[in-house]
């Protein structure tokens, strides 16, 4: 049982596909209300961890606790209810659904529905939700700036939409922690800022957020604190500029 002011603990943690050990042993402690960055090269395992803690692998050996709560032993759709949310690299997104219902899809899992209620109070209890439900996911969108993209379909939008509609998605249901897997993946400068100024803004939310980033200066930028992982292990770990002068993630990382 661990007891900590950590909103995320994970203790020897494994994940291995046959012989490859995707995560080898790996310790990291998330503060609460911090945004926490996670690098690496290609295969480090960065996107296993994100796909572990939140239900998707089922670790080979560790323990994963949240809110001092072990998960672990959880499925996806249990973890996301005690207030996980995350993106995904590839932007994935339901595109034959229009934008709003994209976020609106993400909030049902949320949303506890009596089968019995609805069938007696159709025409109040459903309405009502859905108008409730509408409401919030525009106010996602907007606050990642795409108010007017309501009832565009989700097919017609560029990546880089698409990976603000993911943005709106995580948001909407008011997680506890948001893990962000490359969401300035694609992007230009501009772009990039956009999107680093909405996860300021979701922190400011007192929402913490663990960022996987091939863009360095992003999460130089960005974070309060850095874990390097090098082949499933941590490499490095510390604050931004203790991280950035570790020899050993120059080597690996770098290439210096």
Known sequence: MVENDDILTVQNLSKHFGGVKALDKLDLNIHRNNIHGIIGPNGAGKTTFFNVVTGILEPTQGEIYFQNKRIDNLNVE??????????FQKGSIVEDMNVVNNVKAAMYLYNDINPIKDFFLRHFSISNREKDMREKALESLKFVGLEGYSDRWADDLMWVERQLLQLARAIVVNPNLIMLDEPASGMDSKET???KDIIKKINRRGITVIVISHDVNLVMDLCDRITAINFGTKLSEGKPEEVKNDPDLLEAYLGE
């Open 78 to 87: 249990e973890i996301a209810k005690m207030g996980i949310s995350r993106t």
């Open 193 to 195: 800022e956009q999107v």
